[in-house]
T-cell receptor, first 116, second 109 residues
Framework: GAVVSQHPSWVICKSGTSVKIECRSL??????MFWYRQFPKQSLMLMAT?????????EQGVEKDKFLINHASLTLSTLTVTSAHPEDSSFYIC????????????FGPGTRLLVL | KNEVEQSPQNLTAQEGEFITINCSYS?????LHWLQQHPGGGIVSLFM???GKKKHGRLIATINIQEKHSSLHITASHPRDSAVYIC???????????FGTGTRLQVFP
């Protein structure tokens, strides 16, 4: 399977600051990456689809100005939580679509965000 | 009603028991996935199915497309199998996954 990393693995920040989370595909080039959010004891919720070289596609109800996504290269997508608030505290997970075998996704280890 | 439903929500078992987790879905799909999420949060893809049955070690996954139902079986369960098991489906013509709410499994020694 593919190897996907995320950085940082956890972050604590003050309310009002911005936090950047990186998702890297380490062993193949990914034109599509997905960003998910997971609240405690709930399932994953797709936030947006990150497309290399073009704008991300956001799911309904996800504010694109709040959650900035940049997919500048085939191995890196970033999610920036702008002006973070305590309600943004969550577990953020990325996945990469290897393509070819449609629907196969490989997940990163996740980033736990706590906004104080 | 959720498009993907799992049962049970919580499951406890003694080591060695045979375990079954069920998943039903209500949309047309191109594939169904079983994922495992450990307490630390990391997610591992266990199976991707579009028909029939797959086996990997002590894990078996089956799918019945007509009935829109899949099962994940764990034989000879072990405490290290304790995790949340998530069913997810890929709809036709999209790479997006729709997730079930997960089944929390605890296996006691």
């Amino acid at each position: 399977g593919a190897v996907v990393s995320q950085h940082p693995s956890w972050v604590i920040c003050k309310s009002g600051t911005s936090v950047k989370i990186e998702c890297r595909s380490l062993d193949f080039q990914a034109t599509t990456m997905f960003w998910y959010r997971q609240f405690p004891k709930q399932s994953l919720m797709l936030m947006a689809t990150s497309n290399e070289g073009s704008k991300a596609t956001y799911e309904q109800g996800v504010e694109k100005d709040k959650f900035l996504i940049n997919h500048a290269s085939l191995t890196l997508s970033t999610l920036t939580v702008t002006s973070a608030h305590p309600e943004d505290s969550s577990f953020y997970i990325c996945s990469v679509d290897r393509g070819g075998n449609r629907g196969t996704q490989y997940f990163g280890p996740g980033t736990r965000l706590l906004v104080l | 009603k959720n498009e993907v439903e799992q049962s049970p929500q919580n499951l406890t078992a003694q080591e060695g028991e045979f375990i079954t987790i069920n998943c039903s879905y209500s949309v047309g799909i191109s594939a169904l996935h079983w994922l495992q999420q450990h307490p630390g949060g990391g997610i591992v893809s266990l199976f991707m199915l579009s028909s029939g049955k797959k086996k990997h070690g002590r894990l078996i996954a089956t799918i019945n497309i007509q009935e829109k139902h899949s099962s994940l079986h764990i034989t000879a369960s072990h405490p290290r199998d304790s995790a949340v098991y998530i069913c997810a489906v890929s709809r036709f013509n999209t790479d997006k996954l729709i997730f079930g709410t997960g089944t929390r499994l605890q296996v006691f020694p």
